[in-house]
């Protein structure tokens, strides 16, 4: 019918120069035949011409012209776009009947297959599939670029092909699924094929393609699918399961990101995540209560139990808190997926796609079979995790575990059973146990022992078997038959290996230098491996120390409870000596009531150390048994060794415990008048502060906080004091850093806090409202003992308390103490940063830290008439808060020249002995009043 057709898809522009002159210009017909065809001849044909004309007044749509040649051609043209002066047409030459411009004109207006012609990457014609697909009409993308409409990975390729091109290559490429952003805002998937025309003259890109945006989801959610059951056949843990749903969402295309979220009482943590993060999880801050946070697809998805989708992270207000963040990863929607253990939603899986409108319908279908899914094997995962725990154990246990059928053919040995029986798991497997035969049993005891499992009945006995190598070895024997359905279907036998080895010699050696009773050293033996570690480590710097427990009234504990309770005591007491100090430090039970140590410590002033660990382990009673539990004293004598003379210092050690036993229960001597005097002072301040927190001796003095603008009293600073009713009044810098260095720390702050309350109580009677600012230690905030404290105060009175802290808490660890401090800030309490300027100083922490004052040290408010340069640095100080938000406090004003310079340079409050010293509660009081 004809010899070929070409689908040349040229674009011709015809216009008007003047009323009368009608031009065109036809640079190239493009065709694929043996002959060209006479171009001239179509240009200077005036039916052809006449029929442009007919098409621009609107009398033709499209035409077919014989064209006057030998090769008998015909061409057709058919009208695309008409207005005022010109027409736009696309020219078709076919050796062809008539009845082929149906199947042209249809391949033109075909919905579903798309045509873009681009030169330079600017499009300069699409067809109505083009139009469909995309939903943009031909004046809208017109002479726009063509790669900006593709993602973001795929535009570099397009602007590529245009670069070939005009470098004269012709290019032919086929992309798939390939991402092309419709006027809807969503990505359109075509499978496109480009290939290099002549248009006007010169190299163009024809690009045909078809959507296939249905088949590419089509495909995601089979591979979710498919991709979920494969971790699920692989998992045996939770933390494997989070992991492997992570790594598995960021391994598709589209997902950059991906993390799974725990929930509890305050908020959503992050517990395991995978892909493009960049810091991302430090900027969650996920509070369930925060309505503006609650409004993000996390929190939303939880409260209201399904799937909440961000379509367009750009332009949706939800996702306000974190869009900047989101954008800079090019995270252009997400969702996130609540996931229900337990009855609650605990879990939450939260993903972040790089294209905006991502999420959509048939996705989020798939998602909630994933959200349902997952739920579903965390239920399986516990019964998993329990089964590979108790795997886990049997395999690892020191005890040999077997698992026989009901003939008893081996089906399974753990690890103990080859290292006790020298048979391997391939030797044994498939084996009955008589291999194990030693044959000093009859027949008879075979079926004694094979009556009783078959009848369902446990086995228990001692047995002698064989080794592989034949050695014989001994087993304390359970042997244990399953039943199911009543049936015995297979028998466990779990076994210790009792044999004992033990040379002569070792037998000898430990009556020698053992006690039999405590199985620590005896006297013998401790002053023997005492004299060995002195040799061993006599070259190390440090102090070598022996310690001699004496067990106070242990004759009367006899007395009472009778020797073979007090024997378990003696053993129980041994025990926790040796579970208490270093494997490298000696225990031993040097006589009757009596335990010596031997340590070394690297400073005399650790001995302190030493003792509160020996009298914290008699603080609670001994439990002996269940029903008996026995409170023990102690006396402990100490004698820091100068040579080898090991005999003589435990005779020393001795000699100090029984003078400190004069002294009553609980008490220590050192072999060393001067030292003893050192430690003893030690424990007589921390038994000062506990008598003063018992007896109430703690008070607290106020120093007046006055506005610098009206000299009015906006607050108080409380500084700790004991009123000893015969010592009278002591100054915290007796006590102060003993306590902060102790066990007393959290007791001593505790008491501090409950003591407040009172204080604000009887302050806060006017209609003004003072605040107290209280000192608590460094200490307090790097063990998070704060967190306790705050939670003393009532809710109301927060607002009234202002905690100070210095500046080197800081020092180290400052993300833990940041994160401690917002915590504290959001209870409601105020934050002040005392001694500023004088500690660990560093601006990088400034601006993260919840604060509300700084306090300027004294040491600078007593220099500032003198020295400019102290007063540069207040100045800056002060100028530092100011553009932070802070207010300012100085401390230690004590002249008024001081408080002159303080008020020219901006300082918001002061206080010092100008204004009043700290004073006592019942002098505050009538302050206020007045």
């Known amino acids: 019918m004809f010899k070929k057709l070409m689908f040349c898809n040229l674009l011709k522009r015809i216009s008007f120069k003047d009323d009368e002159k009608f031009f065109i210009k036809i640079k190239h017909i493009f065709c694929n035949f043996d002959e060209k065809p006479d171009i001239d001849l179509i240009n200077n044909n005036k039916e052809i011409i006449n029929n442009y004309k007919k098409m621009l007044s609107g009398d033709l749509t499209y035409f077919i012209y014989q064209l006057p040649s030998e090769t008998n051609l015909i061409l057709y043209s058919s009208l695309l776009k008409r207005d005022e002066s010109e027409i736009e047409t696309v020219e078709f030459l076919i050796v062809a009947e008539s009845e082929l411009v149906g199947i042209v004109n249809g391949l033109i207006n075909n919905k579903y297959i798309g045509l873009i012609i681009y030169q330079d990457d600017k499009i300069k014609f ?47 490429q086929h992309f ?47 591979r979710i699918q498919l991709g979920l059951n494969k971790i699920f056949s692989k998992i045996k843990f939770k933390k494997d399961l989070f992991k492997g749903i992570c790594d598995f969402l960021v391994s598709l295309p589209d997902i950059r990101f991906a993390w799974i979220g725990e929930v509890k009482k305050d908020g959503v943590y992050p517990i395991f995540y995978s892909g493009y993060n960049e810091g991302y999880i430090k900027v969650l801050k996920l509070k369930l209560n925060d309505p503006e946070i609650s409004k993000g697809p996390t929190i939303s998805s939880i409260k209201r139990g399904n799937i909440s989708v961000n379509p367009n992270t750009k332009e949706n207000p939800a996702v306000l808190l974190w869009r900047d963040e989101m954008v800079k990863r090019r995270f252009f929607s997400s969702c996130a997926i609540p996931i229900k253990y337990e009855d609650e939603y605990k879990y939450v ?17 798939a998602l909630k079979s994933l959200q349902e899914d997952i739920s579903d094997f ?20 020191h005890d040999w575990v077997m698992i026989t059928d009901i003939n008893g053919k ?30 000093l049993y009859d027949s008879e005891f075979y079926k004694r022992l094979w009556d009783t499992i078959l009848n369902g009945e446990v086995f228990n006995g001692v047995v002698i078997n064989k080794k592989k190598n034949g050695e014989f070895f001994q087993l304390d024997h359970t042997i244990v038959p399953i039943k199911i359905d009543g049936k015995v279907t297979k028998f466990v036998s779990i076994a210790k290996d009792i044999t004992k080895e033990v040379t002569l010699e070792e037998e000898i050696k430990r009556f020698k230098y053992f006690d039999t009773l405590t199985n620590l050293y005896n006297r013998k033996g401790f002053i023997l491996e005492t004299k060995k570690a002195i040799e061993k ?42 579970s208490t100090f270093y494997n490298t430090d000696i225990v031993a039970r040097v006589s009757s009531d009596e335990f010596a140590i031997f340590l070394m410590i690297n400073k005399e002033e650790e001995l302190t150390h030493i003792l509160d660990k020996l009298f914290e382990i008699n603080a609670n009673p001994m439990k002996i048994r269940d029903d008996l539990k026995i409170k023990i004293d102690i ?54 502060v506990l008598d003063a927190i018992k007896n109430r001796w703690f008070v607290f003095h106020l120093q007046p906080i006055y506005n610098v603008k009206d000299l009015d009293i906006i607050g108080f600073e409380a500084l700790i004091r004991i009123n000893h009713p015969e010592k009278g009044v002591i100054y915290p810098n007796v006590f102060i850093d003993l306590v902060e ?83 504290v800030k959001e209870s409601g309490f105020k934050i002040e940063i005392d001694d500023f300027g004088t500690g660990y100083s560093s601006l990088s922490y400034m601006e993260r830290i919840p604060a509300d004052i700084i306090k300027i040290d004294m040491s600078f408010t007593q220099k500032l008439e003198s020295c400019f340069r102290t007063k540069a640095i207040v100045k800056t100080i002060i100028q530092l808060a100011q553009n932070l938000g802070l207010k300012t406090i100085a401390e230690g004003v004590e002249t008024k020249e001081q408080f002159e310079i303080l008020k020219s340079l901006g300082c918001d409050y002061v206080q010092g002995y100008y204004f009043s010293k700290p004073l006592p509660l019942d002098k505050i009081v009538p302050l206020i009043c007045g």
């Open 126 to 172: 699409v067809d109505k599939g083009f139009e469909y697909i995309t939903g943009y009409s031909f004046k809208e993308v017109k002479e726009k670029r063509l790669s900006t409409f593709f993602h973001d990975y795929a535009k570099e390729s397009i602007k590529y092909l245009s670069i070939l091109r005009q470098k004269g290559k012709n290019i032919e």
């Open 176 to 222: 798939s699924h390939i991402p092309f952003l419709a006027k809807s805002g969503f990505y359109k998937y075509l499978n496109l094929y480009d290939s290099t025309i002549d248009f006007l003259g010169d190299k163009a890109g024809c690009m045909i393609f078809l959507d296939v945006t249905e088949e590419k989801y089509l495909n995601d959610v089979n």
């Open 349 to 365: 899986v939260n993903m972040y796609a790089g294209e905006p409108y991502y999420f959509n319908e048939k996705v989020v279908e």
């Open 378 to 397: 965390l239920v399986k995962l516990d019964e998993l995790e329990f089964k590979e725990y108790l795997y886990k154990a049997i395999e690892n246990s």
């Open 410 to 439: 081996i089906e399974y040995i753990n690890k103990a059973f080859e290292i006790i029986s020298g048979y391997s798991k391939d030797e044994i497997i498939g084996k009955t146990p008589s291999i194990f035969k030693s044959g």
């Open 537 to 578: 480590f006599g070259m190390l710097k440090g102090v070598k120390v022996i310690c001699l427990i004496d067990i106070h009234s242990f004759s009367y504990l006899n007395e009472v409870y009778g020797f073979k309770t007090c024997d378990e005591l003696l053993k129980k007491y041994g025990e926790t000596l040796k």
């Open 635 to 688: 006396n402990v004598g100490v004698k820091i060794l100068s040579d080898l003379d090991v005999e003589d210092a435990l005779s020393k050690a001795e000699l100090s415990a029984k003078l400190a036993k004069k002294e009553g229960a609980n008490t220590f001597r050192i072999y060393n008048e001067e030292i003893n005097k050192r430690i003893s002072q030690h424990y007589n301040t921390l038994q000062l």
């Open 741 to 823: 260095n102790s066990h007393l720390l959290e007791e001593f702050e505790t008491h501090l806090f409950q003591m407040i309350i009172d204080y604000l109580n009887k302050m806060n009677f006017s209609d003004k409202n003072y605040e107290i600012s209280i000192n608590v230690s460094v200490n307090s905030f790097k063990k998070g003992l704060i967190e306790k404290y705050v939670k003393i105060i009532p809710e109301h009175m927060r607002n009234n308390i202002n905690i100070e802290i210095t500046e080197r808490v800081f020092a180290e660890d400052n993300e833990k103490i940041i994160n401690i401090l917002n915590k």
